[in-house]
RNA sequence: GGCGCGUUCGUCUAGUGGCUUAGGACGCCGCCCUCUCAAGGCGGAGAUCACGGGUUCGAAUCCCGUACGCGCUACCA
């Protein structure tokens, strides 16, 4: 097949928020594209109107846009196959519909939903082996069919399964997936109110779009069938099917609402990096076949490939995610991670203070290999954006001994003269009382950490004090020596 | 119930008949590094490859059956 000629698409329908499930599935077929310098294209499936939801299709695009995917074709950008609003194509599918029903491919219905009702509960009461429409408006004369349309009688149009046939989906993933038309129910192509359902609505538009490769979820394998038979009755090529494995919970369910969150927007509110997301679900199902987990898009994209998709659902393990995170965090440059920080500072209780950027980009390399979201440093590390209002208890009791107060004080006298000091001024007055006095470094350390930032871990020594300045850190260190003695002093007693 | 798909450490996975005492990663545990916490390095525990039959000199890998899980079974997608 001419490369030039791969199109994809990921055809969501906006009701309400996209499914993690959603990324990976747009995801793969944006790599796909990607990977074979083919075109990806975003259609909105909004063709259930009870489903609508307001600013579905914003928020859709915004959580699309916002991990990296592009798209080449869709409502935003355009492109030579619009509408890419299904609602908008109406009249396509009707025309559609109409050959097909013209051809016997397809017929009227006027059943009642009561009926359809009543011929389930009839099927299952006596347990027929499967529950289908009984084709009864199938043998409804002309006459009575134009009787009815004239009368603007409630119908639909279904599909004419022929019953007996075999028909074969040749799936990229699970290779060749036999069924039997005698277990395929007559469709509804076009519903009551004109709007044509999934089934009719997706192949029209797969056709029309000269879509290649469909590229989906495994809900879609048991419907398959259905259109290969739309696709034969049309006479038109069949696109080649990947059916992709499910994402699940951990306890194996396909994966909801009820058991996390399921939404892109949710992990990007909870400060998820969109690399770690888009890193994680990338492996969710797929693999290059050798031992590499870190991955940027680029990567993905040279190495992505339909035949190394798996079958199985995977469970969607939040500590690997995690675990990502904090690796797309130790590998960025300071300067990506800045604005990243200013955002969650700006949600903060810090908001209204200033911190210049040279002074965040210094706490971010500080803490950069500490944590798994950057919104961690505001939390783990609050003592970079103010002083500390209380001293860690356990980490007193551990680390203020009796010289503490005498040593601390003699470190606060000789940086109190110190101009301008640099990080290694610091590191060189503190190991010259040290050895002075003939005790270990963390003697001093340790009641200096505590004075600084009133917990007992963060970054190296030096770096916490260059990074706080002599000014902030002589006002902290004062601060400590008038409570921590007395903090010290009441926990012995206990 | 019917139809379809799936099943390798807790989880994500490598593996396409001999290279496998089934490899890697996350998580867990230990050691090293070290001013703390991390990060990093090293190591450990953890899978009778769902089960039962075959085929074969040889099977996680091929075939059959069973079990279990999941999906679909809407005028939802």
């Known amino acids: 097949m001419d490369e030039n000629n791969i199109r994809v698409r990921f055809a969501p329908s906006p009701t309400g928020y996209l499914h993690v499930g959603g990324l990976r599935t747009a995801l793969y077929n944006y790599l796909f594209a990607k990977h074979n310098n083919g075109k990806i294209v975003l259609r909105i499936e909004d063709t259930d109107r009870n489903r609508y939801v307001e600013g579905a299709v914003e928020n859709l695009i915004d959580s699309l846009s916002w991990a990296g995917i592009k798209f080449d074709e869709g409502p935003v950008q355009g492109g ?94 699970r290779g060749k997936v036999e069924f039997n038309t005698d277990n395929i129910d007559d469709q509804i192509l076009l519903k009551s109110d004109g709007f044509p359902t999934y089934h009719l609505a997706n192949v029209v538009d797969d056709h029309l779009m000269k879509i290649s490769h469909v590229i989906r979820g495994e809900e879609w394998l048991s419907s398959t069938p259905k259109h290969i038979l739309l696709y034969n009755y049309f006479n038109w090529n069949l696109p080649v099917f990947a ?10 369910s396909k994966l909801s609402k009820r058991q996390g969150d399921v939404a892109v927007e949710d992990y990007r509110a909870k400060g998820y990096l969109k690399e ?23 990567e993905l994209i040279e190495k992505f490939t339909l035949e190394r998709v798996n079958k199985a659902g995977a469970v969607f393990n939040i500590e690997k995610l995690n675990w990502l995170n904090g690796e797309h965090i130790r590998r960025k440059s300071v300067d990506e991670l800045l604005p990243v920080l ?44 103010e002083p500390p209002s209380s001293y860690d208890e356990k980490t007193v009791k551990k680390r203020w001994k009796d010289d503490s107060e005498i040593l601390l004080s003699k470190f606060l006298n000789e940086i109190e003269g110190l101009e301008n000091p640099s990080k ?71």
Request: aromatic letters at 10%; one cysteine or more; glycine letters at 6%.
């Open 80 to 173: 030579n196959f619009g509408p890419y609003y299904q609602s908008e194509r109406l009249t396509i599918y009707r025309e559609h519909v109409n050959k097909l029903i013209n051809d016997g491919k397809a017929y009227y219905c006027f059943c009642t939903p009561e009926r359809l009702k009543n011929l389930r509960e009839e099927q299952q009461r006596l347990k027929l082996p499967q529950a289908k429409y009984d084709k009864h408006c199938l043998h409804l004369s002309p006459q009575e069919i134009n009787k009815n349309l004239e009368t603007k009688k409630s119908h639909v149009v279904r599909l004419n399964v022929k019953p007996g046939e075999k028909v074969f989906v040749h799936d990229v993933v």
């Open 243 to 252: 059916h992709l494995p499910l994402l699940l919970n951990p306890d194996k």
């Open 276 to 298: 770690a997301l888009i890193n994680f679900v990338a492996l969710l199902g797929w693999n290059a076949g050798d031992d590499k987990e870190f991955y940027e898009m680029d």
């Open 342 to 385: 200013k955002n969650e500072l700006s949600k903060s209780k810090f908001k209204g203070k200033q911190f210049s950027d040279n002074y965040l980009k210094l706490v971010l390399k500080s803490m950069q290999e500490r944590i798994t979201f950057i919104k961690d440093i505001i939390t783990n590390s609050s003592y970079f954006f």
């Open 424 to 494: 290694e001024d610091f590191e060189i007055t503190l190991k010259s009382i040290v050895e002075k006095e003939n005790v270990g470094l963390g003697r001093l350390i340790h009641p200096l950490r505590l004075a600084l930032s009133g917990v007992g871990q963060g970054p190296g020594i030096f770096d916490l004090i260059f990074i706080l300045g002599k000014e902030e850190s002589v006002s902290r260190i004062k601060t400590a020596l008038k409570t921590i003695p007395g903090i010290s002093k009441s926990l012995k007693n206990n």
